[in-house]
Structures are given as structure tokens and as C-alpha cells.
């Protein structure tokens, strides 16, 4: 009898050192190993023991430590890309966040790898019954009802009779998730009941061939019941007991008394540090005051668990532990995997609603077809939709309402659509009176579709009538990249684009630096009259309107150069912060303190500065100055609004000063051809307005040249950016063809480098995110991915090049 009872339990460690050993694939090793690198000496420089002036130093430096470790096994799950499954999917939730396509293939996944879903017979311990109710709930899809099948009722079946002892965790943390009706509520208060009974009263522990591993999950399992009778003392005796037999001085956990099966290994220690994280134990710290042994989260750091190359299993593990440090560690409650107890997955939802926002307005700015007054209806609308749901989630106190209340804001959003009207009649601008001399227009004498290419103004202070193109009153489509900016001398806000006293809403007074309005740019455009201008929201009152652009009048509020040293100009001085979204508070800075800057990152349309002792602040000008910057390798020129048609008219825009000046325009009716000089009159700005684009004269073929012809499509968030076909030189590369495109269609680009060195940085505002990321711009040609820079890849006729946004 007693050999059949090894033999039985022999075997169900068996079956689960072949999941955890034999399980998943190993990460993929490509070109994102360098970015890798940089995260992986990210958090390799928190594990660095350097005490501070503090007596906190070590524990912000390993909780940075921890953030970047989380920042690299997202990124190592993301490059896993279709093969994402249910606890990839459970990682990324709680981690910033999940794109749709990626909860798709956690979907498909399920429904495949799952035996009852997929038709098959349940193994003895029940891992993907857990596994897949934790991934479909993570992902916002119900249990109960999964193509028709009800796996939850599948687990109450064998709840009320369990396999074996680990499907007694199994089963109990599966039905922990949620909340599903009262049978499983039984079921829960069963499992929980026989689990307690099964902790030997004389050591505090779970027994079993691996007691490490099973202790460890009956923490977790019961973590998530802290409300049925008898859990928090059966907590709290286990905790002193894992503290008193398993911990080790290095951090790791092993069982002393079965070195065959209880030696440490790193399955087991991310096991265990989850497992007492969920159970309220700060593992940032040494377990029960041992000042001369190392914190359990420590150990997992430096065992460098989600690095490229180990297992998938092992940097899901990894991942999911250092999330539930961070949340216990932030003052959470629970685990994170009681999703309808606790609120660990808020943030990223909240992060994730926005986004869909961002991408939703995006694809109504570059809708060629819509008015502007469609426009600015619809991305009102959107707004007026993310406040509620943005409001709905921060008061969410659960994972499964904020991941329902996000859902139903993208859902909302999906369904704001933007009317089309029918393609405007070119407008002949009236006489104008300049210099005291009158001008008649000339009527255009044909009209062309709408090119993205950049016009030249020229501005003269003679009085003689000036030839230039007739503008057609549709607003000319323009890139969708938003930015912040402020103004730089008087500006005037219109209530719509037909510039008129009565239609004048605000004045805004030309004033100091730290006290300059603020704007939102919504969109450009031309409007009826001819001028360029922006339509903006002003970033305090939340007024919207129409205001002339240019140079003159406005600048980033933000840096985006290489700034590497800065002066805090703001009375008040700024805060420096341990994360990038300017939280964790680290010290205040007062006015005229100069800092050394490392790097700028991009943050929304707000940028921040990254200084070198790895600490963010704002990158905002009217809070710092930059007294020191690099010299950029970034290539970039202003974008301008293009004429609409050709011909010949003279007009007289009015300026946000007052004063007036004279245009002139000569263009082609090819996209690209545009041809022209700039002279201005005093106190007369120019008519040329700066957006946030950067686009080159890409190369484009000449009558005589040899020409051949590329498809090119760009996708972002599961959606198709834009799409068509170009003419360009024979010889050119796919990089001359994706700028020449981007000038075709009126894209924002930015990229660094030349030929092999070329690297695309940006396309409609989706950027490439800092080193380790892995957000960025991929590309293909004929679906393959050469091996070798955009800029060094020669093009042959006929070829398809393919833009994808990794995320």
C-alpha cells in the first residue's frame, strides 16, 4: 500500500517537473537582442547594494530594479507574438498593457491548449483549467460561457472530488478569480476548508515530495480567500514557517530535509515570492528583520530569470511574481490574480482606454473624406467618452471591472463614426486691398486632389500684385500627429476657421516663459481664406478654437532635442521622480539647480527627461531650460500645408498681431514638386506653420529617369494607416519609397541615420519607445524580413513593402 502511495505521488511530481521543465518554447533570439541588453542592464544596475544617505536607498534602487524587470519579460513575451497564450496574457494585464491582437492570440490559444474546451481529457492536476481562467478573465472573456461550453462548472465537478493534492490549489485558485455563481462558491468554500486541514499543525507547512513548490501555491490559493473561516491564521503560521525552514540567506527558498527534491531551483523561489507577496509580506525586505540575509525579490533579480533565452514558463513566472511584489509593495491587498478582489490590473486599463482614444482620433483626423466641422464633432466626442470611462475606472475597485469598463470605452469609441460630405468647389478668394493697392484675383485654371507635399510661402513688401495658387475652401489633409505647444507672443483664438471680429472668442497676451498659454494641436489645416492654421484646444480652460500658425507664434512646450543639461527656471522649483509617469517622488529640486540630463523620452505628447542617475522630471520649457544640447542626428523639417490647385491669386491673411502680409505660392500639380522662396515684410510672419513632422525630399523619378513602381501599406493597432502605390528612381531604397509615400499621403515622419544606419523613429505620431521597449517600426518586403536597414535595401519593380508597429 505504501509503494502505491509513493508511486502516486512520484508521479504527479513527475507529471509537474515535465510542465515546468518541458513546458514552452524558448524565447525567440533576433534583432531586439540588443534592446534586451539595454533593459537587462537596467535592472542589473539596481542590484547594485549602494547605501544612500537614506536609510530607504537600497529599496528604491531594487524597486527600480523590479520595474525593469517587469519592463524586460513583457518584452520578452510581446516578441512571442501569435504564440502568446493565456499567462503571457495574465503578464501583459498586469503589466501596462495588452493590445488586442495580443489577447486574440491568448484566445485562440485557450481554446486550443485547454483539453475541455478543445474536447479532451482534463490531466490529473488541473494546470489548464487554472491557466485558462485566468487568461480568459484577464483578457475580459467569461468562464462560464466559452463557445458555448461552461468551464467553470467543469472545475466544480472535479472540485467536489479532486484528482489529486495539486488540483486542490488548482481548482481552488480557478474558482478564486471571480465570482460565478453559488456552486462555486461552495466549491471554493470546500477546497479551502480541506486545504487547511491538510497544513501539518507541527510545522505549518504543506507536505508533499516538493513541500517548496506546494506550500507555495497553498499561500497563493488561500491568499485569495482571506474571507472563509480560518485563512488568516493558517496564513500567518505558514509565513513564520517558510521564513523559519525554507529561506536561505541568499533569498532563494529550499527544503532542507529532501535535497532531492527540495533544493533550491528558480521555479520554486519565484514560486514562493509570489506566493508571500499575495499574502501581504513585503519581499523587497529580508524576511522577519534578517538584516544579514538577502530579500526575496533580490534573489530573483539576480538570477536574471526573464533574459532572452530562458523559458517561457520561467519568464512568465518571473514576470507575474515581480508584479505582485510591486503591488503588495504599493500598498495592495490580495493577489493579483483575484480579479474581482482586488485592483491590480486598474492602471493598465486606465493606460489602455487612453490609448484607444489616441488611436481612435488618429484614424478620424486622416479620414480624407470628413469635413472638419465632422471632425471636430467627432473627436469631441471621443473626448467626452474617455472622461467617463477614464472617471468610471478610477473608481473601479477590481481587476474584472476595469477590464469590463475598458472594453465597453472601446467599444464606445468604435462606434463614433464621422460624416462625409461631398468634395468642396474650389473657392475664388476675393479683391484684397494691400499697400493701399488693389488686387483682383486671377481664377485657378484647373484643380488637383489634395497633396501632403510642403508648399513654400513668400512674403513681399512690394506693392505690385503677386501671382499665386487659388486655395480650394476643403481643408487640405494634413498629418494627424498631435502636439502640446505654447504661444509665443499675442495670440487670437477664433470660434471658427472664417477669421472675423465676431467670430474672436479670447485674446491671449504675449507673456513671460514659465506663464505662456498652453494648446493642444487637434489638427491643421487651410481654411477659406488661405491661411494656415491650427485648430487647438487651450490645456487650462479646455477652450477650443482656431488660431493662425507659424513659427512665430508657437513652440513645442515640450524638448524633444538631446538635451543634456538643464537649468530649473520655475519658481517652485520640480520634483524628480522614480518612473517615467512622474510618480515615486524622490526629491525636490529648487529654481536656478542645474542637472545633467541622460536622455529625453518620449511620453505621450508630454516628454520627459531621464537624468543620469537614472531619476525623470518634466521636459517641459516653461519649467526648465535647456543651457546645454547635443548636437542631433535627427533629420527633420518643418511640414507645410500644400495648395489644393494651381493657378494665380493674391490674398492678404490677417495675423495673430494684426499686421498683414503678402503670399506667394508656386507648385506643380505633381505631389512632390513644389518650388519657391520666402521673403517677409516687417512685422509680417510667415504663413508657414510647424507641426511636430519631420519628412525629407525623398527620391522621386524624374520625366526622363527610369522609373519603377512599390505598394506600400502601414498598420498600427491592428488598423491600416494608409495605403497605395509609388513611383520612384530605379535604384532607390525602400526607405526613398517610404518618403516619398509619406509626402504622397501626408504622414508624419521621423527617422535617424542614413543608408545602412537609417532607422524609422516615427509615422503619425507612433513612435518608436526607449531602448528595451521593443515598440517600434517593423518592415518586410513581399512578406520577408530583410536583413538589413530600409536605407540599404535596393527595390525592384513590383515590390510590396509592409509597415508594422510593434507595440
Request: hydrophobic share 35%; proline share 4%; with cysteine.
Amino acid at each position: 500500500m505504501k509503494r502505491k502511495q509513493f508511486l502516486y505521488r512520484f508521479s504527479i511530481v513527475l507529471g509537474i517537473s515535465l510542465i515546468f521543465f518541458s513546458g514552452g518554447n524558448l524565447s525567440r533570439a533576433d534583432a531586439a537582442s540588443a534592446s534586451r541588453a539595454d533593459v537587462a542592464s537596467a535592472y542589473n544596475y539596481g542590484l547594485t547594494k549602494v547605501k544612500g544617505p537614506g536609510p530607504n536607498s537600497e529599496v528604491y534602487t531594487v524597486s527600480d530594479a523590479v520595474d525593469s524587470a517587469i519592463s524586460a519579460g513583457l518584452a520578452e513575451i510581446a516578441q512571442k507574438g501569435p504564440k502568446i497564450d493565456a499567462w503571457d496574457a495574465t503578464c501583459l494585464v498586469f503589466g501596462d498593457r495588452i493590445t488586442d491582437s495580443q489577447a486574440q492570440y491568448a484566445y485562440e490559444s485557450i481554446l486550443k491548449n485547454n483539453d475541455f474546451l478543445s474536447g479532451g481529457s482534463q490531466g490529473l492536476n488541473r494546470i489548464s483549467d487554472v491557466s485558462a481562467v485566468n487568461g480568459l478573465v484577464a483578457i475580459g472573456k467569461d468562464p462560464t460561457n466559452v463557445n458555448g461550453k461552461n468551464l467553470v462548472a467543469n472545475i466544480v465537478k472535479d472540485a467536489n472530488n479532486p484528482a489529486s493534492d495539486y488540483s486542490i490549489v488548482n481548482d481552488l485558485e480557478a474558482l478564486s478569480t471571480g465570482s460565478y455563481g453559488q456552486a462555486s462558491e461552495n466549491a471554493r468554500t470546500s477546497l479551502t476548508k480541506k486545504l487547511i486541514g491538510m497544513q501539518d499543525q507541527k510545522t505549518g507547512l504543506w507536505n508533499g515530495l516538493d513541500k517548496v513548490d506546494y506550500t507555495a501555491r497553498a499561500i497563493l490559493a488561500l491568499s485569495m480567500n482571506t474571507n472563509q473561516p480560518g485563512v488568516a491564521d493558517a496564513l500567518n503560521t505558514a509565513v513564520k514557517a517558510v521564513s523559519n525552514h525554507f529561506y536561505q540567506k541568499n533569498g532563494g527558498f529550499a527544503d532542507s530535509s529532501n535535497t532531492m527534491y527540495g533544493a533550491e531551483n528558480a521555479y520554486n523561489d519565484v514560486t514562493m515570492t509570489n506566493a508571500l507577496a499575495s499574502a501581504g509580506v513585503n519581499v523587497y525586505v529580508p524576511l522577519k528583520g534578517k538584516t544579514d540575509y538577502i530579500a526575496p525579490v533580490q534573489r530573483a533579480l539576480d538570477q536574471h530569470l526573464v533574459s532572452a533565452g530562458n523559458r517561457a514558463m520561467l519568464i512568465q513566472q518571473a514576470t507575474w511574481a515581480f508584479e505582485q511584489a510591486r503591488f503588495t509593495r504599493n500598498g495592495g491587498k490580495g493577489s493579483i490574480f483575484a480579479f474581482n478582489q482586488t485592483d491590480a490590473a486598474k492602471h493598465g486599463e486606465i493606460v489602455n482606454i487612453k490609448d484607444a482614444a489616441i488611436t481612435k482620433k488618429r484614424l478620424i483626423i486622416i479620414d480624407p473624406q470628413a469635413t472638419a466641422a465632422a471632425k471636430s464633432d467627432a473627436l469631441n466626442l471621443v473626448d467626452k467618452i474617455l472622461v467617463k470611462y477614464v472617471r468610471k475606472l478610477r473608481a473601479d475597485s477590481t481587476s474584472s471591472a476595469a477590464i469590463a469598463d475598458r472594453a465597453a470605452g472601446v467599444k464606445e469609441f468604435n462606434n463614433v463614426t464621422v460624416s462625409h460630405a461631398a468634395r468642396a468647389t474650389p473657392v475664388t478668394p476675393p479683391t484684397v486691398t494691400n499697400n493701399n493697392v488693389t488686387v483682383v484675383n486671377n481664377p485657378a485654371s484647373s484643380s488637383s486632389a489634395s497633396s501632403s507635399s510642403a508648399a513654400t510661402s513668400t512674403s513681399s513688401s512690394s506693392s505690385v500684385p503677386i501671382s499665386t495658387p487659388t486655395v480650394s475652401g476643403k481643408p487640405v489633409k494634413k498629418a494627424s500627429h498631435r502636439s502640446i505647444v505654447y504661444a509665443l507672443t499675442t495670440v487670437k483664438l477664433y470660434r471658427s476657421s472664417n477669421f472675423t471680429k465676431s467670430n474672436l472668442t479670447k485674446t491671449y497676451k504675449k507673456r513671460a516663459r514659465i506663464n505662456r498659454p498652453m494648446f493642444l494641436v487637434i489638427s491643421q489645416q487651410m481654411n477659406k481664406q488661405g491661411h494656415a492654421i491650427y485648430r487647438v484646444k487651450d490645456m487650462n480652460s479646455g477652450k477650443t478654437g482656431y488660431t493662425l500658425s507659424g513659427s512665430k507664434y508657437f513652440a513645442h512646450a515640450y524638448y524633444s532635442a538631446k538635451v543634456t543639461r538643464i537649468k530649473v527656471i520655475n519658481p517652485k522649483g520640480i520634483n524628480e521622480y522614480g518612473k517615467v509617469n512622474l510618480t515615486s517622488k524622490k526629491r525636490h529640486v529648487k529654481k536656478n539647480a542645474s542637472l545633467s540630463v541622460r536622455k529625453v523620452v518620449n511620453y505621450g505628447l508630454s516628454n520627459r527627461m531621464q537624468l543620469t542617475n537614472g531619476r525623470y522630471i518634466t521636459a517641459n520649457k516653461k519649467l526648465i531650460l535647456a543651457t546645454k544640447i547635443k548636437k542631433s542626428s535627427q533629420n527633420t523639417r518643418p511640414s507645410t500645408p500644400t495648395a489644393t490647385t494651381t493657378g494665380t491669386s493674391t490674398s492678404t491673411p490677417p495675423t495673430n498681431s494684426g499686421s498683414t502680409a503678402t503670399t506667394t505660392t508656386t507648385t506643380s500639380s505633381k505631389p512632390t514638386a513644389t518650388t519657391g522662396t520666402t521673403t517677409t515684410t516687417n512685422n509680417s510672419p510667415s504663413a508657414t506653420p510647424t507641426l511636430p513632422v519631420a519628412l525629407t525630399n525623398p527620391v522621386t523619378p524624374s520625366n526622363d529617369a527610369k522609373t519603377i513602381t512599390t505598394t506600400i501599406s502601414i498598420h498600427a493597432d491592428g488598423a491600416t494607416i494608409a495605403s497605395g502605390s509609388i513611383k520612384v528612381s530605379s535604384g532607390a531604397s525602400a526607405f526613398d519609397a517610404l518618403q516619398a509615400f509619406a509626402q504622397q499621403q501626408g504622414l508624419a515622419l521621423t527617422y535617424k541615420g542614413s543608408g545602412a544606419t537609417t532607422y524609422v523613429t516615427g509615422i503619425n505620431g507612433y513612435n518608436a519607445g526607449p531602448a528595451g521597449t521593443m515598440t517600434g517600426w517593423l518592415y518586410s518586403v513581399n512578406g520577408t524580413e530583410p536583413g538589413s536597414s530600409m536605407g540599404a535595401y535596393t527595390l525592384k519593380d513590383g515590390d510590396s513593402i509592409s509597415m508594422t508597429y510593434n507595440k
